[in-house]
C-alpha cells in the first residue's frame, strides 16, 4: 500500500534559524496536502498543493511539490516560537479518492 | 462554535467492553472521515463517509469496528471488545463537496483501555 515517509523525525532549531522538512511517497499523488499539529492540539490544515512543480507561499512557509508528485517540501524562513509543532504531509493516490495517506510528521521545537 | 465537535474527549474502558463515539462535524461538510492517531505517529485512515454513505474503508479497520452516519450529518463509532492495542486517539474531520478536500479536524477523544 501507499507509503509516505517525512525526515526529519525531529528538529531543533534556534529562534531566528530556518527549518525544512521532506516528504516522500512511495506513488504518485492527486495531491499533497500539510498540517500542523501544536502540541497537544489537533492537526491544522495549512495548505494543499495539486500541480507538479508548485510552489506556494504563506509568510515564512514555503511549501514545494515535486515533478514526479511523489515528494514535498516545507521551509520555513527565520522560525519563531509560534512554529513550534509536528507538521504533517498527507496525500491521496493519483487514483483518486478522499483517503489521505499522512507522514510520521517532523517536530519542530525552538530554542529561545 | 462552528468546528467539528467530537464526544467524549476522554474515555477510559476495560479490555472486552464496548466503546461508541460521536462526531459532529461541520454543518455544511458533507465529508467525514475517521482517522486513528498513536503517540509519536501521524493520523492513520480508517473510513470515509460522502453523506450517509461509507465510501471507503481502511484495511486496519477489523470487524470490531463499526462506523456509522444514518442522516448524512453527525457519525458514530463503534468499538466491540475492545484490545489494550486500541488504546489511542480517534479524530474525525470533514470537509466541503469539492476538489479541495481540506479536512477540518475535530480535538479527538482519547481512548484508554486498562
Known amino acids: 500500500g501507499q507509503q509516505v515517509m517525512q525526515i526529519p523525525q525531529y528538529q531543533h532549531v534556534q529562534e531566528g534559524e530556518d527549518f525544512t522538512t521532506y516528504c516522500n511517497s512511495s506513488t504518485t499523488l492527486s495531491n499533497i496536502q500539510w498540517y500542523k499539529q501544536r502540541p497537544g492540539g489537533h492537526p491544522v490544515f495549512l495548505i494543499q498543493l495539486v500541480k507538479s512543480g508548485e510552489v506556494k507561499k504563506q509568510k515564512r512557509l514555503t511549501f514545494q511539490f515535486g515533478e514526479a508528485k511523489k515528494n514535498s517540501s516545507l521551509h520555513i524562513t527565520a522560525t519563531q516560537n509560534t512554529d513550534v509543532g509536528t507538521y504533517f504531509c498527507a496525500g491521496p493516490p493519483i487514483r483518486g479518492g478522499n483517503m489521505l495517506t499522512f507522514g510520521g510528521g517532523t517536530r519542530l521545537m525552538v530554542k529561545p | 462554535d462552528t468546528g467539528v465537535s467530537q464526544n467524549p474527549r476522554h474515555k477510559i474502558t476495560k479490555r472486552g467492553q464496548n466503546v461508541t463515539f460521536r462526531c459532529d462535524p461541520i454543518?455544511?461538510?458533507?465529508?467525514l472521515y475517521w482517522y486513528r492517531q498513536t503517540l509519536g505517529q501521524g493520523p492513520e485512515f480508517l473510513t470515509y463517509?460522502?453523506?450517509?454513505?461509507?465510501?471507503?474503508k481502511s484495511r486496519l479497520l477489523s470487524d470490531r469496528f463499526s462506523a456509522e452516519r444514518p442522516k448524512g450529518s453527525f457519525s458514530t463509532l463503534e468499538i466491540q471488545r475492545t484490545e489494550q492495542g486500541d488504546s489511542a486517539m480517534y479524530l474525525c474531520?470533514?470537509?466541503?463537496?469539492?476538489?479541495?478536500?481540506?479536512?477540518?479536524f475535530g480535538p479527538g477523544t482519547r481512548l484508554t483501555v486498562l
Open positions: 474531520a470533514s470537509s466541503p463537496q469539492g476538489f479541495r478536500n481540506e479536512q477540518f
Open positions: 454543518s455544511e461538510h458533507n465529508r
Open positions: 463517509f460522502q453523506n450517509e454513505a461509507q465510501l471507503e
